[in-house]
């Protein structure tokens, strides 16, 4: 097992701190951080979505889903 | 900083008549402070060359003065991901014609306070003079120390405002009102590197730090070119050589800025784990139970529609009869002639619809507001991803049933182009509410009330939704896999917390649309009756002639050069002219069918069929269908028989009659390539499906 998750790997109702953002396109990676998806933030994951793939997330004080693509990209620490 | 108590406004600032901006993130409340602040002193308007919604308004402050305000659209950030959100920043730095900013009022929610001050801190660094309203509607108050330490942190006036509480509103217009408003520092340049790009910037172009900013991001304010262009390309390069990530490094400072202030002041715990909305969201986002509460939130908004649009309903068709006696009571001549049929008998029926369109934008305003709709987009992006749509497709289709206008404006808030365009291609599909009248009526005439069980007619109509609905899902999934290929986009959604929908903002929306309908939408129906009147009436058939008057008339004239076209589909030369005057909008083939078989308002008397909706028709609409069924051809056989209603039925389901349709179609894709494509694949799918159901249907037997 690889030292930084995803947030793909967590199990519903895990806590994690964002690590980094593995360096997708630019735009996407602004975005993300734009919501407040900067490193040493944390987040809790709710759920994902049925038959589909969004993952739903606690993220500073608001509820967050995001597209499986994005979320994978997120490195995490538990 | 101690806040100055306001001082009165000066007379400089009076006779530029002070705009200001309101901007925000979605569901920050910015909407309702619009609406309490200006009250029906508000219009809507197009932003020149897009059809963004520019809503702006006036209200008075506490000394008298009028002030402008423009609601701008919501965002999550200054950089744009959306047409909406793009025109937020166009609009603050100046670049729309004819909208002037001269100030900013940013709305922070105390609900998603981090985001909100990220959104804050962007336009602070726009150094504009700014204000600060925080919306602070929940129990979860701040206390005066913690909004001093805020207005500190941000350095410009902070405002707390409470919904329907009259003193905060009081307080919020005195603080508009100020002469003059501290702004933020110009830049606030991290790096050296950037600050340095910053200056040959300004140099270079002769702008403000908030600008040369925007140009580094790639903004191209002023449409720059040749040497220019290759100045800042140049400027562009060297600062990515030597600080590769500032874009990035700009929103991390921020949001450090924000994490130590909300750390130093405890502002509040993340106790979301608590609250009532995490709660609630493991039932609505439940993979099981979700579906439940899906089904059972948009079963009852159907349901409540069409059995509370009865009441209302009644209300105007009594109102068309008290109108219709009055009439009737005159002397005969033509202009009587005209008000009781070509005014009455067009525009009285449209009218009766009304109703049911409103109610179900109440309905869609209520989900929206309450906070639902991010929850149904949640669960129904994966299904709607299967046919090559995504989750925010949905809001655009389920106002489709009401009008796809609405709907096709709606798409804005789809980021990819292709998933956006396939929406709007198939919202026509939808069957809106327009067609529901036709439908109602037609099978009444198929299936006649006192020979047909009830639940036969609901069955029926159900089946009439479901499969429009589906061969829309359909269309969407054909044009994704051949016509428009591309991969999906990547989605963020914010889920907001659970709320009580305000009802004031929820009634301002349907004010608006009824506001359009009695200014833009009837005049086009009444002057298109009045027309389609004329042509129905002249030239007068000579009495000697033992023929229906209308047979000789212009449009009978029309209707029996189009006969060879449309008979084939079961279809004689009355309905060729109904189906013709549906082109400009489908309402009007039961108000052409009105002028020409002169079907005259009901007794206002209820047929009860028993059923809970759809039984209790206004008594005019089964006397409708009662008229259209006692219609023979020459030969003395129906006209309207099973069959070709059901051709009939094919045809509305899937035609794009829709002017008003095409033409929004055309501004939000930008060409008349679409909507052309639209009209003429809609059309084509529609007659050959009339055709093939009619043939298919004699040769097996039917009638």
Known sequence: MSLFLSLLDLKPGEACTLESIEPVDTSTALKLQELGLTPGVALVFLRRSPMGDLLAFTLRGTFIALRREAAACIRVRL | MPISPPAPISSALVSKGLSYALVGRPNSGKTTIFNALTGLRQKVGNYPGVTVEKRYGSFSSPHGVVLQVLDLPG???????????????????????????DRIVCVIDIHSLEPSLYFALQVLELAKPTIVILNNSAKKALSSAQVQALEDFLGVPVVVYKDQDRESLIRLKLF????????????????????????????????????ALAYLEGKDLKGLKGQ??????????????????????RIQQRYQRIDSFIQSQRVYQLSLENSLSYRMDRWVLHPVFGWFVLTGVFAGIFFGVFSLSIYP????????????????????????DLLC????????????????????????????????????????????RKVGLQGRSFIPLLSSYGCAIPGILATRTIGSWSERLATILIAPWISCSARLPIYLILIGVMLPSPLTPIGYKVGFLVGIYSVSTLAALGLAA??????????????????????????RTIGFNLYERLRVFVSRTAPFIMAFSIIFWFLSNYPKASPSLQQNPIESSYAGQIGKALEPLIKPLGYDWKIGIGILSSFAARELFISTLGILYNVQEGTGAVEDCGCGCCGKLPASRSKFSSVLLSQQNDQGQRIYTPLS???????????LQCTSTLVIVRKETGSWKWPCLQFMAMGAFAYIGALIVYQVGRALGFV
């Open chain 2, 75 to 101: 965002a999550q950030s200054l950089s744009p991901q959306s047409p909406d959100e793009a025109i937020l920043r166009d609009v603050l730095f100046g670049l729309v014609p004819d909208t002037r900013v």
């Open chain 2, 313 to 336: 309903m009644r209300l105007l068709e009594k109102g068309f009869e008290g109108i219709q006696g009055f009439l009737n009571t005159l002397p005969p001549s033509h202009t009587k």
């Open chain 2, 341 to 384: 049929e070509g005014v009455l008998g067009g525009l009285g029926n449209v009218i009766l619809f009304l109703p049911q369109i409103l109610i179900l934008f109440f309905f869609i305003g209520v989900l929206e507001l309450s906070g639902y709709l991010p929850r149904a987009i949640f669960l129904l992006d994966g299904p709607l």
């Open chain 2, 478 to 503: 054909a044009l994704r896999k051949y016509l428009m290929p591309g991969h999906v986009s990547e989605m963020t959604l914010e889920l907001p917390r659970y709320q009580w929908p305000s009802l």
């Open chain 2, 645 to 655: 209603c059901l051709s009939l039925i094919i045809f509305y389901m899937f035609a």
């Open chain 2, 176 to 211: 508009l009102s100020r002469a003059s408003m501290p702004r933020q520092e110009e830049c606030v340049c991290a790096s050296a590197a950037l600050s340095r790009a910053v200056k040959d910037i300004q140099n270079a172009l002769a702008c403000s730090p908030a600008e």
């Open chain 2, 228 to 249: 220019e262009k290759a100045m800042l390309e140049r400027i562009q390069a060297s600062l990515l050589a030597e600080e590769p990530s500032w874009q990035q490094n």
